[in-house]
């Protein structure tokens, strides 16, 4: 049997607990498994039930009782064989009680008192336990009479408890939040003792990874340690249930222990096929240099630092150079850049290459997220609040579609308290919603975008140009981290943060006018196919009113490429659409000049 000592440490606590105080309430985590030693020294998992009659039936206890709403009354069972608990005197000293049968309040608490009574002159015999499995779910909110009737016998009866030999009957409740319980039934009573179960360590985790793992067809004879730690390193926020699980779903699905991680990761995000190991994805990404430079003009730089993120998520490399096995999204990238510059259409572009579809992204615009209190739309409201089952849009997404390239657009924006919750998303991979449930980033590819270093606060406190498309793109890229440094690091006060996106952070320049020009005829000739297509006739343009157009629409660089296509609007949609809403009958025809009047363009048609 295992040494007292070698057991885990909540363990010792309820022994020692259940010596010294007649009632215990226990909470944390409390469904999972424990792995301990029977009496025959053979080591297996047990529920909690088993666990606390595991350390009971050492202390002498004759039986342990368990009562619910929907079981009533139970034994719990020995599971050797070798003890049958005898619960006569308590099923004697109670008139009509039987056991699986649901009790009134008053049958309860007469339960309570035979457990505890002690008559003069009369050997009382063993201890007898009762639990509560789900002493939470037993009481109505607000409390009945009868209930708060009964809680108060309970309470009272901790205090009245006498020992029958070295221990005294001990009562136990299980609750999932401190809050089940009403505050006064516990608060200033020395006699009842509350004891959080703590979720498994890694060292628990990899008793209970060598149990399971062992018997997964496939585990290697030599080295098997080692694969061992790698599954307990994986297994990182997870209790030890579901160890056991995700080893029962490796060998239902043919997976060997060897390649126990596909197992785990099917576990965290529900899906079976993973896309990151896929042959085409590989090529995908070999032949995207080439799509990307056409896609997003004139970011050269960001294009290959994009396509290095995405190898080494493809191979899986990500956090290979961290100690302990990787839990993180596959990718993070922070773009920062003037406006207009193709950061936004960068991400689209991610999610068409890795995951086949441009609409496979889920994009927040932070500036909706500048208020503490909108916290609830990304994760769901907490308990008690409007919306509470509805859970969060972010973690909702994640949970329907685990991967994808979730989009943070314009982070600045967002609330400080907000961004905290980065710091989990980055770090572990996870993150938990309003309803306690924990979602998984692991195969997301995480992607920020932001102008913060482009336009900063003056000596004077107004606007000022840190950078201009006058600056070398060697320049630019440095004022614009060293101001993203000094804002997370000072401004926010969020120095953790911006560690964890720092080598992520990728510099855009401003598009040279070369390339505006490119965006300006790209945009001319789809707005003329467009109305051709419409119309059913050719609608042309002569040389020099395609050239004036492009001129006006590329005089200002500062709003890049984004500013280009709006300045199109304005030069040519809307005077186009004039023109042709006046025609009574649409006829080919081709503008021949451009002319800027005011405020406004006149097309001149022939």
């Known amino acids: ?84 608990p005898d619960a006569s005197r308590i099923l004697g000293a109670v008139n009509n009680l039987e056991l699986g049968a649901r009790l009134s309040w008053d049958m309860l608490r007469q339960v309570l008192e035979a457990l505890t009574a002690v008559q003069p002159g009369v050997d009382p015999g063993a201890p007898i336990a009762l639990m509560f499995p789900d002493a939470g779910r037993l009481f109505d909110d607000p409390l009945t009479e009868e209930q708060r009737t009964f809680l108060a016998a309970a309470n009272q009866l901790a205090y009245d408890a006498v020992r029958f030999g070295g221990s005294y009957p001990v009562i136990v409740w299980l609750i999932d939040q401190p809050g089940d319980l009403p505050a006064w039934f516990s608060s200033g009573n020395h006699a ?54 995700i080893c029962a779903l490796a060998a239902a699905s043919e997976v060997p222990a060897t390649e126990i991680a596909d197992a785990v990761r099917a576990y965290r995000i529900g ?43 493809a191979i899986g490399l990500g956090g290979a150079h961290m100690r302990g096995q990787p839990s993180r999204p596959r990718g993070v990238l922070f773009f920062a850049g003037p406006t207009g510059v193709g950061k936004t259409e960068l991400a689209k572009a991610i999610a068409e290459i890795v995951f086949g579809d441009e609409k496979a992204y889920l994009r927040f615009d932070m500036s909706e997220f500048a208020a503490e209190q909108n916290e609830a739309r990304l994760i769901g409201a907490p308990p008690g609040y409007v919306g509470f089952d509805a859970g969060g849009e972010l973690t909702n997404g994640v949970r329907a579609r685990p991967f994808q390239v979730i989009l943070f657009d314009e982070i600045e924006k967002a609330h400080p308290r907000i961004l905290d919750k980065f710091l989990q998303i980055l770090d572990d991979g996870r993150l938990t919603d309003g309803r ?125 490429g984004r500013g280009v296509v709006s300045a199109i609007e304005t030069i040519l949609i809307n005077p186009l659409s004039r023109a042709l809403f006046a025609m009574p009958d649409i006829v080919p025809v081709e503008i021949a000049q451009a002319t800027k009047l005011g405020q406004n363009w006149e097309l001149e048609l022939r």
């Open 1 to 84: 049997m295992t040494a007292p000592q070698q057991r885990p440490a909540w363990i010792r606590e309820i022994d020692l607990a259940t010596r010294m105080h007649p009632q215990l309430i226990l909470t944390g985590n409390l469904r999972d498994m424990y792995l301990l030693d029977d009496p025959a020294g053979r080591r297996w998992p047990m529920s909690m039930t088993d666990a606390l009659w595991f350390v009971l039936r050492e202390q002498g206890f004759a039986a342990m009782l368990t009562y619910t709403h929907s079981a009533g009354l139970a034994v719990v069972a020995d599971k050797t064989g070798s003890f049958t």
């Open 192 to 245: 009842i003792r509350t004891t959080v179960v703590p979720t498994p360590d890694l060292g628990a985790r990899l008793q209970m990874c060598d149990l399971m793992l062992r018997r997964v067809p496939g585990f290697p004879a030599d080295d098997g340690d080692a694969l061992v730690e790698t599954f307990a390193e994986l297994t990182h926020g997870l209790h030890c249930r579901a160890i056991r699980d």
């Open 271 to 313: 899906v079976p096929d993973n896309p990151w190991v896929k042959p085409e994805l590989r090529e995908r990404i070999a032949g995207a240099d080439v799509e990307l430079a056409e896609r997003v003009l004139g970011q050269p730089h960001a294009v290959i630092r994009t396509l290095d993120i995405l190898k080494r998520a």
């Open 436 to 560: 306690g449930a924990t979602v998984h980033f692991t195969e997301s590819i995480i992607v920020f975008t932001t102008n913060l270093g482009i336009v900063i606060p003056g000596p004077d406190g107004r606007p000022v140009n840190n950078v201009t498309i006058a600056d070398p793109p060697d320049a630019i890229d440095t004022k614009v981290r060293d101001y993203i440094e000094i804002h997370f690091r000072e401004t926010l006060g969020r120095p953790e943060l911006y560690n964890r996106l720092r080598e992520g952070v990728v510099v855009f320049n401003f598009l040279p006018t070369e390339v505006l020009a490119d965006i300006a005829e790209g945009s001319i000739s789809r707005a003329l196919d467009t109305a051709s297509t419409r119309f059913g006739v050719p609608i042309t343009m002569s040389d020099e009113a395609r050239t004036t157009i492009r001129a006006a629409a590329t005089a200002d660089s500062n709003n890049g």
